[in-house]
């Protein structure tokens, strides 16, 4: 499925690239599929084997009013190819595509307790320098770290975490 996703998004970004279009197609894309997300109705008669191809085009042309052509064309070509499901990673691919094309990198900052932002803007600076990419930062709390912080910088996870440190102990001790 991942391929399908890789393909179908792929070629959507080159069409909305071609045409200038990333960031319109890009938000158009994510509101569809939060949409589908948020009412399980929606998905299932988009998912759904029972409905006809011709009846989810109608339900679509009915549904979704103002979207650029190239997203309208690109739907119906999902549900022609019955391939509706994979919207989800359809979108997640397209984001990365997007975010590469912007050099935009997402960091994510969790620790045991809430830092101040001046900690969390100097992590987000010193990232933004080594990678020369745009840092788009967030932070969260999650208490069960017990300390330290996990950095998530795109796909990759450094976990500098209290939690992941005593975890690491009792594999060696369990191994010993």
């Known amino acids: ?3 399908i996703a890789e393909v179908y ?7 909305a690239k071609e045409h200038d279009l990333l960031d319109e ?18 998905a299932l008669f988009f998912f759904s084997p029972y409905f006809s191809t011709e009846e989810k085009k109608q339900g679509l042309q009915r549904g979704v009013q103002g979207a650029e052509p190239i997203l309208m064309n690109f739907l119906e070509a999902l549900l022609e190819r019955h391939r ?8 997640a691919r397209f984001q990365s595509l997007w975010d590469e094309e ?23 600076e010193r990232i933004g320098q080594e990678t020369g990419m745009h840092v788009e930062l967030s932070s969260t709390v999650d208490p069960e770290i017990l300390g330290g912080i996990v950095l998530r910088v795109g796909n990759f996870i450094l976990d500098a975490s209290i939690r992941n440190r005593l975890e690491q102990l009792r594999k060696q001790v369990a191994q010993a």
């Open 1 to 3: 499925m991942e391929e």
């Open 9 to 15: 998004a792929r070629s959507l970004f080159e069409v």
């Open 25 to 42: 197609v890009r938000e158009q894309l994510g509101q569809f599929a939060d949409a589908l997300d948020e009412r399980r109705q929606l």
């Open 84 to 91: 509706m499901p994979a919207i989800f990673r359809i979108r």
């Open 102 to 124: 912007n050099e935009q990198l997402p960091v994510q900052v969790t620790s045991a307790v809430e830092l101040d932002s001046a900690t969390v803007d100097s992590v987000g």
